[in-house]
């Protein structure tokens, strides 16, 4: 369905239907639902302090939000740390530094994943929460927080 959820009975049957031609004579069409599996992430953040925080704040949070949408993501999906980071420092200024500290399925007891990239299932699809905010008072740095 667009914009994520489950597929309806309705669809399930138009898309048996769609299939019923296509398929080999000796088989039966079976439609699953999808596996929505969250994703935990985290980070620290240092702004620029001629930047307005509030804004670089929302807009590290709209760029992992659209990297991990549900247009962006697919069946099998692989979410790379590098991606993470390119999406934080695509940020056009504000952004002095960013560390990533954590990138796990909701399913892991790693905070990082071995080769820096979290595999999803032929039947998954990741999904985020919403990011949070916490200021460290002593680097000043700004912590960042998606939760599974």
């Given at each position: 369905p667009i914009g994520g959820g489950y597929p309806s009975d309705t669809l399930k049957d138009d898309l048996r239907n769609y299939y019923q031609d296509k398929r080999m004579v000796s088989t039966k069409v079976d439609i699953k639902d999808p596996s929505y599996i969250n994703v935990c992430l985290s980070g620290e953040l240092e702004i620029d302090p001629y930047y307005y925080t509030e804004q670089v704040k929302q807009?590290?949070?709209?760029?992992?939000?659209?990297?991990?949408?549900?247009?962006?993501?697919?069946?099998?999906?692989?979410?790379?740390?590098?991606?993470?980071?390119?999406?934080?420092?695509?940020?056009?200024g504000g952004v002095v530094s960013t560390v990533v500290t954590k990138m796990a399925r909701q399913d892991s007891v790693d905070d990082l994943p071995a080769g820096g990239t979290l595999n999803f299932g032929w039947d998954e699809i990741p999904v985020i929460r919403t990011i949070s905010?916490?200021?460290?008072?002593?680097?000043?740095?700004?912590r960042w927080e998606i939760p599974c």
């Open positions: 807009q590290v949070a709209d760029a992992i939000t659209k990297l991990l949408s549900f247009d962006n993501v697919d069946f099998e999906f692989k979410l790379y740390l590098s991606k993470v980071y390119e999406a934080i420092e695509s940020i056009d905010w916490e200021r460290d008072l002593v680097t000043g740095k700004w």
